[in-house]
């Protein structure tokens, strides 16, 4: 989907570079984003990306707590399958989550995901390292996220943050990299606001970079797509339930018929059946 090729492939640069590493999730170097719909179309994750070494970097975007990992475990389990090689899967909890299962057991097999708790990290401190960079010419990748993921982690004051990373990110010195830091905001960073301040730095990172406006116009049309999509799976569904019905009532009348060539009753074949009697009554009467 277009809209999703541009926002991952924006994102891919935005997460290279080490930019990673300030969340401590080291060695992880993107290549080339991944389809997010696995297998059967009835699963589909976050993101994902194939890495520099071949690998794939999984990477999960949590509000709530997962109470298992059997979700996540199905997710790798059908990307190992898909791709042949092995998964790095990071899942990165904003609100308040600061406690989630890292591994589960399922007798045959150990399965590991590494946890990002945002609540747990200091983002006016993340800003004020910004600003340092900033002064001193010294901006580096992990900036990008500082500034990206800032409203997701602990702050004093949501609304002075907010309008603090918008002044940071408009002296970002390089148009590339500010499009890149626009990108992941736009992909990660305003899951903790509420809806106006949502609209509003929709509203001021427009002004702020084309690539803004492109990716939030992409972003609508894709998930038009997808509750057209949802839907037309709904009618698949209910499709083939339909024609389970209308197949197990052919051959219900079938075997009526048969039971009534055989010499039963009416009232028998309906209970043999479960046909409704007027039904059987009816199949008789066009075998006399």
């Given at each position: 989907?277009?809209?999703?090729d541009?926002?991952?492939?924006?994102?891919t640069r935005?997460?290279?570079?080490?930019?990673?590493?300030?969340?401590?999730?080291?060695?992880?170097?993107l290549?080339?984003?991944?389809?997010?719909e696995?297998?059967?179309?009835?699963?589909?994750m976050?993101?994902?990306?194939?890495?520099?070494?071949?690998?794939?970097f999984?990477?999960?975007?949590q509000s709530?707590r997962?109470p298992?990992?059997?979700?996540?475990?199905?997710?790798?389990?059908?990307l190992?399958?898909?791709?042949?090689?092995?998964?790095?899967?990071v899942?990165?909890y904003?609100?308040?989550?600061?406690?989630?299962?890292?591994?589960?057991?399922?007798?045959?097999?150990?399965?590991?995901?590494?946890?990002?708790?945002?609540s747990?990290?200091?983002?006016d401190?993340a800003?004020d390292?910004?600003?340092?960079?900033?002064k001193?010419?010294?901006?580096?990748?992990?900036d990008?996220?500082?500034?990206?993921?800032?409203?997701?982690?602990?702050?004093?004051?949501?609304s002075?943050?907010?309008?603090?990373?918008?002044?940071?990110?408009?002296v970002v010195?390089?148009e590339t990299?500010?499009?890149l830091v626009v990108?992941a905001?736009?992909?990660?960073?305003?899951?903790?606001l509420?809806?106006k301040?949502?609209?509003h730095?929709?509203?001021e990172?427009r002004?702020m970079?084309k690539?803004?406006e492109?990716?939030?116009?992409?972003?609508?049309?894709?998930?038009?797509?997808?509750g057209?999509q949802?839907?037309?799976q709904?009618?698949?569904q209910?499709?083939?339930?339909e024609?389970?019905?209308?197949g197990?009532h052919i051959?219900a009348?079938?075997t009526?018929?048969?039971?009534?060539?055989m010499?039963?009753?009416?009232d028998?074949?309906?209970?043999?059946t479960?046909?409704?009697?007027?039904?059987?009554?009816?199949?008789?009467?066009?075998?006399?």
């Amino acid at each position: 989907m277009a809209g999703q090729d541009t926002m991952m492939k924006a994102l891919t640069r935005s997460l290279s570079g080490g930019a990673l590493d300030v969340l401590g999730v080291l060695g992880v170097e993107l290549a080339e984003p991944l389809p997010t719909e696995l297998p059967a179309n009835t699963l589909r994750m976050d993101k994902a990306w194939r890495m520099q070494d071949g690998r794939v970097f999984h990477l999960e975007f949590q509000s709530t707590r997962e109470p298992t990992l059997h979700r996540f475990l199905e997710y790798d389990a059908r990307l190992a399958h898909q791709h042949f090689t092995q998964i790095r899967t990071v899942v990165l909890y904003h609100a308040k989550v600061n406690d989630a299962p890292s591994e589960l057991n399922i007798g045959t097999a150990m399965y590991h995901v590494e946890n990002i708790y945002l609540s747990q990290m200091d983002g006016d401190r993340a800003l004020d390292e910004v600003s340092q960079h900033l002064k001193m010419g010294q901006w580096e990748p992990k900036d990008r996220l500082r500034l990206a993921l800032a409203l997701n982690m602990r702050v004093q004051d949501m609304s002075v943050t907010l309008n603090r990373v918008l002044e940071l990110v408009s002296v970002v010195p390089n148009e590339t990299e500010k499009d890149l830091v626009v990108s992941a905001i736009a992909a990660l960073g305003d899951h903790s606001l509420n809806d106006k301040q949502r609209a509003h730095l929709r509203r001021e990172l427009r002004k702020m970079s084309k690539i803004a406006e492109e990716l939030y116009q992409e972003g609508r049309q894709e998930g038009r797509q997808e509750g057209i999509q949802e839907g037309i799976q709904e009618g698949r569904q209910e499709g083939r339930q339909e024609g389970r019905q209308e197949g197990e009532h052919i051959r219900a009348v079938t075997t009526a018929r048969n039971l009534l060539q055989m010499g039963m009753t009416a009232d028998q074949v309906a209970k043999a059946t479960d046909l409704p009697l007027e039904e059987v009554q009816k199949l008789k009467e066009e075998l006399q």
